[in-house]
Structures are given as structure tokens and as C-alpha cells.
């Protein structure tokens, strides 16, 4: 966000200001304070005039403005109202030589999920793509992607969401009925992409698409949203949330495994991996500190490193 602007609102939500003492304040003409209002206002700030100044009402927008004032972490926003693909802008960007920006999209028409699969990501979902740099080797980089997971649920949760945690990536909501065939329902996939050295990572992508103000009926039978679990959510506030907790979790990466076993669906049922190895089927004991996981098979406990987990009925 332009940094007159961010003052202006920091301003203004102390309460009434006027034109002439924010002018001189900021340095800036009595015209430029007004161009930046009105340019607030078009952005979706509630911003009235009266006898005493300006006052700032909020903002119930979902745009780069809207999400970044009042936004505690260190991502600036890029948004679209419609994109093919926030991961696919955010590697441009990362290649280009970004850091900590958040692509966000009200709507993508080229979502992919891991393996290419589609990924349907429709208007008043949650679509967005975080570009980092970290200073960790490559063998930390799993470690981005529990992060995600725990932000996303927490921000889930927040909403009124029971959300969990299914290894790897998926975060969902647990069904009473756990004597069906999918004991769960998908709120939200996360896909991560890099590109490094073999003793570092050069940069690093987040995608998280969540199932948010979205209608059962434009979904998977699969899939669940949360307007259809705990009703609409501010997309701005949700959106805050799970970066805010996003980059929490990446400055502290030494508690980031216990935090997703806090949340984890996965441990303790009985699971199939499909892995590059062949199946891998028993009960999920943990995870490692890299993010594998750990199954207790018949014939003694394996570690899968990647692959797709689907929880099984106990026959």
C-alpha cells in the first residue's frame, strides 16, 4: 500500500481528522490529501466528510488496499478480480526477484491442484499465492507447506469451521458419520513450488485455495465450503488471518510440526498412501520433523516422504 495513504487511514481511525491538519501532518497540498480520499474511497473505504474532518467507517471490500491495511505480516497484495492461475503469477514473480508478496484472486479459471489435477476455484473463494525467499535448505521446504496447512486451519476455525489437517496438504472437515467410505469433506488444498540449489532454496511459492463463500452446489459432492459449514466470512478478515498466521509460523519453524500435529485428522487412523514407491497401507503413527509420515504397516513402521493418503474404514 502507498504509504500516504496507509497514514491517512492510520489517521483517520484515531478518529475525526481534517484536511488541513493532515496536509500539513503528511508533508503533502490540501489537493493531494483529497486525490488520496477519493482514491480510498474508490478502493472501498468508507471515508465520510463532515464538520469536524474526515472519518473512516471501515472498509468491507476485498481488494489489495482493503487486505493490507491492517495487516500484521510483512506481504504486500497483488489482486485480481480474475486470474488463470495465483501459483502461476506468483512464480513469475518470484523469478523476477520478489519476496513477500500475496497474489489474490477472487476468482481463478486455470486452478490446478498436486499432479495437475483442476482445481475449481469459482467467485468468493479464498485464492491466493505467497512468494517467499526463506534461508533454508531445500530439505526445510516441506516445513512451508504444514505451515500453510495450521494457517489455514486456524483461519478456518476462527470462522466456525471444524477444520483438520489430512496429510499432506489438505485441510477438511471431519464427518460424525466416520463409517463412510471419505470419513471427511475437502475445505481447502495447498500446492507448493521452488526452485533452488541442492544446499539452498532460491525461492519458494504457497498457493492455498479455500472453499470460502461458495455454494454447495458449484462444488465436489466431495468438498464442503464455509458458508455451507458456519456460514459467510469476511474474505478480507480470513484472508489477513491466514497470512498473518502464515508468517507466524515460518518464523517459527521449529514448533511448526507440533502445531499441525495439534490439528491433525490423519494421526492415529487406519490410511493407504499412494506413493511413487508402490502403496503403503496402516495406521498413521506421526509425522517427522520434515513432514513425512509415519505409518506402522504389517511388516514394521515405513516413512512416506509424498503421496496421496485417503483415511480407510477399519474392516
Same mark, same amino acid.
Given at each position: ?22 496536509? =500539513?501532518?503528511?508533508?503533502? #497540498? /490540501? &489537493?493531494?490529501? @483529497? ?15 463532515? #464538520? ?10 476485498? +481488494? ?25 503469477? &506468483? /512464480?513469475d514473480l518470484a523469478t523476477?526477484?520478489?519476496? =513477500? ?16 489435477r483442476a482445481w475449481s ?5 479464498v485464492w491466493v499465492s ?14 512451508? %507447506? *504444514? ?15 471444524? &477444520?483438520?489437517?489430512? @496429510? ?11 463409517? %463412510? ?6 475445505? #481447502? ?9 541442492? =544446499?539452498?532454496?532460491? @525461492? *519458494? ?7 470460502? +463463500?461458495? =455454494? ?25 488471518? *491466514? ?7 515460518? +518464523? ?7 502445531? @499441525? /500435529?495439534?490439528?491433525? *485428522? ?8 499412494? #506413493? ?21 504397516? !504389517? ?6 516422504? !509424498? ?7 477399519? %474392516?
Amino acid at each position: 500500500m502507498n504509504e500516504t495513504k496507509r497514514s491517512i487511514l492510520e489517521a483517520l481511525s484515531a478518529g475525526p481528522v481534517g484536511g488541513p491538519a493532515l496536509a =500539513d501532518s503528511l508533508g503533502i #497540498s /490540501r &489537493a493531494a490529501v @483529497w486525490k488520496h480520499v477519493d482514491e480510498l474511497r474508490e478502493a472501498g473505504f468508507e471515508i465520510e466528510g463532515g #464538520s469536524d474532518g474526515y472519518v473512516l467507517g471501515g472498509s468491507t471490500e476485498y +481488494n489489495a488496499l482493503a487486505v493490507e491495511y491492517g495487516l500484521e505480516a510483512p506481504f504486500s497484495v497483488e489482486y485480481h478480480d480474475s486470474i488463470g492461475s495465483t501459483n502461476d503469477r &506468483a /512464480r513469475d514473480l518470484a523469478t523476477d526477484g520478489a519476496s =513477500d508478496i500475496a497474489v489474490l484472486a477472487d476468482e481463478q479459471t486455470g486452478g490446478r491442484g498436486r499432479l495437475e489435477r483442476a482445481w475449481s476455484a469459482p467467485s468468493g473463494g479464498v485464492w491466493v499465492s505467497l512468494v517467499c525467499r526463506p534461508d533454508v535448505p531445500p530439505t526445510k521446504a516441506p516445513l512451508y %507447506t *504444514l505451515a500453510a496447512a495450521v494457517a489455514t486451519a486456524r483461519a478456518a476455525r476462527e470462522a466456525g469451521v471444524d &477444520a483438520r489437517i489430512k @496429510w499432506p496438504n489438505d485441510v477438511v472437515v471431519p464427518l460424525e458419520d466416520e463409517e %463412510t467410505d471419505r470419513p471427511y469433506r475437502k475445505l #481447502s488444498g495447498i500446492l507448493t513450488e521452488m526452485e533452488g540449489e541442492t =544446499d539452498r532454496v532460491d @525461492w *519458494l511459492v504457497v498457493g492455498v485455495g479455500v472453499n470460502a +463463500n461458495i =455454494d454447495a452446489a458449484e462444488l465436489p459432492p466431495e468438498a464442503t465450503s464455509v458458508r455451507e459449514e458456519a456460514g459467510d466470512v469476511d474474505r478480507r478478515v480470513f484472508v489477513q488471518r *491466514l497470512i498473518e498466521e502464515f508468517d507466524a509460523q515460518r +518464523n517459527a519453524l521449529e514448533s511448526v510440526v507440533e502445531a @499441525w /500435529r495439534e490439528l491433525a *485428522l490423519t494421526i492415529g487412523k487406519h490410511v493407504r498412501v499412494d #506413493s511413487a514407491g508402490g502403496a503403503v497401507v496402516g495406521t498413521a503413527v506421526d509425522i517427522s520433523d520434515t513432514g513425512a509420515l509415519l505409518v506402522e504397516t !504389517a511388516d514394521g513402521r515405513q516413512m512416506v516422504s !509424498a503421496g496421496d493418503c485417503e483415511h480407510l474404514r477399519r %474392516t
